[in-house]
């Protein structure tokens, strides 16, 4: 059935069109890609999809964080959803205390003696958005350190979810244009807009359904995975270069690790 004549996503989901890019590499999350790309296309909702997005051990702590904060049973309600993935009004209501707490339970030891550097994104505006976690936590994980600098960078800019403008359609690819992600020394940034090649289907399957030139949309490492409305692109932009600046306004900002 089109997307557009099922309505809106729930937000199981709209978790799995954002989960299933790096999924589908092995890099988080039960190894249960086709099963994800399968239910995102046909639209099915259901128990055993909630139960394996529960082992996305990166992204569901955020998920409950910002669940919890807003009183909200429900992690995988669609304003949590659209809050850790897109941006949304919920992040403004995450204190810098249960952020911080959140913080230091979930990645202290794990990070070792960088920890206070982290910290410090803490007071300085962090919220439990993809974003932030790209930028201000995975590049103290180590996991960049290998190659050169350009690779890391492709990586951090690939694991963000980042908008574009479709250009073009054909067949199971779109041309879309869109800002890369820039490392000036000292600095994360976005470039001019330019265009890429991203996949809208495999198999018959995808995640956003029909895409059309002019459509704006979100990507997720190769992939569409949804268009946006006009309050969906802007929050997008808005909560990402906050956590740009976040990021970048600390004493050793994060990316410096793996791109200094």
Same mark, same amino acid.
């Given at each position: 059935?089109? &997307? ?5 996503a729930? %937000?199981? =989901?709209? *978790? ?11 890099? !988080? ?13 046909? %639209? ?8 394996? =997005?529960?082992?996305?051990e990166?992204? @569901? #702590? ?9 009183g909200i ?35 202290r &030891? ?9 910290? $410090? ?5 962090? +919220?439990? /958005?993809?974003? *932030? /976690? ?11 350190? $290998?190659?050169? +600098?350009?690779?890391? =960078?492709?990586?951090?800019?690939? !694991?963000?979810?980042? @908008?574009?403008r ?16 820039? @490392? ?8 001019? #807009? ?9 198999? %018959?399957l ?10 704006? !949309? ?19 932009? /808005? ?5 740009? &600046? ?15």
């Amino acid at each position: 059935m089109p &997307d557009e004549e099922r309505g809106p996503a729930s %937000g199981a =989901l709209r *978790f799995a069109r954002y989960a299933y890019p790096p999924n589908e590499l092995g890099y !988080c999350g039960p190894d249960a890609s086709r099963q994800l790309l399968e239910q995102v296309s046909a %639209g099915a909702d259901d128990p055993d999809l909630h139960r394996l =997005l529960r082992g996305f051990e990166g992204a @569901w #702590p955020y998920l409950q964080l910002i669940a919890a904060t807003h009183g909200i049973g429900d992690p995988l309600d669609a304003r949590v959803v659209e809050a850790y993935w897109v941006g949304n009004e919920l992040l403004s209501g995450v204190g810098m205390r249960p952020m911080g707490d959140s913080l230091e339970s979930r990645f202290r &030891d794990r990070v070792g003696r960088p920890w206070d550097r982290l910290a $410090e994104t803490i007071p300085a505006g962090a +919220v439990p /958005h993809h974003s *932030f /976690h790209v930028f201000g936590i995975y590049p103290w994980f180590g996991l960049l350190r $290998e190659g050169r +600098v350009d690779e890391p =960078l492709r990586v951090l800019d690939r !694991c963000r979810v980042r @908008w574009g403008r479709v250009v073009s359609v054909a067949g199971t690819q779109a041309i879309v244009l869109s800002r890369p992600l820039l @490392w000036d020394g000292r600095a994360l940034s976005l470039g001019e #807009p330019r265009e890429e090649v991203a996949v809208v289907g495999v198999d %018959g399957l995808g995640l956003a359904g029909t895409v059309r030139p002019g459509d704006w !949309c979100s990507l997720h490492w190769e992939w569409v995975c949804e268009r946006l409305t006009g309050p969906q692109l802007a929050a997008l932009r /808005h909560w990402t270069l906050a956590q740009l &600046d976040v990021v970048n306004g600390v004493s050793v900002p994060a990316p410096s690790a793996v791109l200094a």
